[in-house]
Antibody, heavy 119, light 106 residues
Framework: QITLEESGPTLVKPTQTLTLTCTFS??????????VGWIRQPPRKALEWLAL???????HYSPSLKSRVTIAKDTSKNQVVLRVTNLDPVDTATYYC???????????WGQGALVSVSS | DIQMTQSPSSLSASVGDRVTITCRAS??????LNWYQQKPGKAPKRLIY???SLQSGVPSRFSGTGYGTEFTLTISSLQPEDFATYYC?????????FGQGTKVEI
């Protein structure tokens, strides 16, 4: 059974950096074709894809946030970390991590972590 | 970026109704499209992958069709537990993009 869990701060100040950790089980990020991605959803708005990292360390980012976002994996810990710099209140959202497969898109989701950006 | 135009943005329906939701891609995406259901306060759940393949455990009243730029999600007989918001996702080209969502209400 695949599970993913997001962890990190619930409140961050503007201009600060957000670091979120996705801890997963039920699959390995060393398996060919496997990836972990991040998606966010502002309150009462649509889903927005942010970033993705694959088993071979190939990384992809949303152009709208590319200069502020980095994704990295730690396969020994079964974790993927997302960093978003220079936060603004518009970055307030529920952040989800997700399990992906090449040509399969997003298969499974974590329960999400609400992050509020406010002074 | 590939734009995914989803329609309608919301609809009202009754239990037993047939419901159809459409996603249109701004360029061809083969069948690299998934459909997700999201209930309030919950993470999305995959219903359909590869445009028409039913996710294991998902009721057969859900079906998907389409290829290229036009895709539909159909619920053949709406059940009380189907009232939710539905999203399409194209995963052919980065950045992956979602439709704006369709809220299905009573």
């Amino acid at each position: 059974q695949i599970t993913l869990e997001e962890s990190g701060p619930t409140l961050v100040k503007p201009t600060q950096t957000l670091t979120l950790t996705c801890t997963f089980s039920g699959f390995s990020l060393t398996t060919t074709g496997v990836g972990v991605g991040w998606i966010r959803q502002p309150p009462r708005k649509a889903l927005e894809w942010l970033a993705l990292i694959y088993w071979n360390d190939d990384k992809h980012y949303s152009p709208s946030l590319k200069s502020r976002v980095t994704i990295a994996k730690d396969t020994s810990k079964n974790q993927v970390v997302l960093r978003v710099t220079n936060l603004d209140p518009v970055d307030t959202a529920t952040y989800y991590c997700a399990h992906t497969i090449l040509r399969g898109g997003i298969e499974s989701w974590g329960q999400g972590a609400l992050v509020s950006v406010s002074s | 970026d590939i734009q995914m135009t989803q329609s309608p943005s919301s609809l009202s329906a009754s239990v037993g109704d047939r419901v159809t939701i459409t996603c249109r891609a701004s360029q061809g995406i083969r069948n690299d499209l998934n459909w997700y259901q999201q209930k309030p306060g919950k993470a999305p759940k995959r219903l359909i992958y590869g445009a028409s393949s039913l996710q294991s455990g998902v009721p057969s009243r859900f079906s998907g069709t389409g290829y290229g730029t036009e895709f539909t999600l159909t619920i053949s007989s709406l059940q009380p537990e189907d009232f939710a918001t539905y999203y399409c996702l194209q995963h052919k080209t980065y950045p992956w993009t979602f439709g704006q969502g369709t809220k299905v209400e009573i």
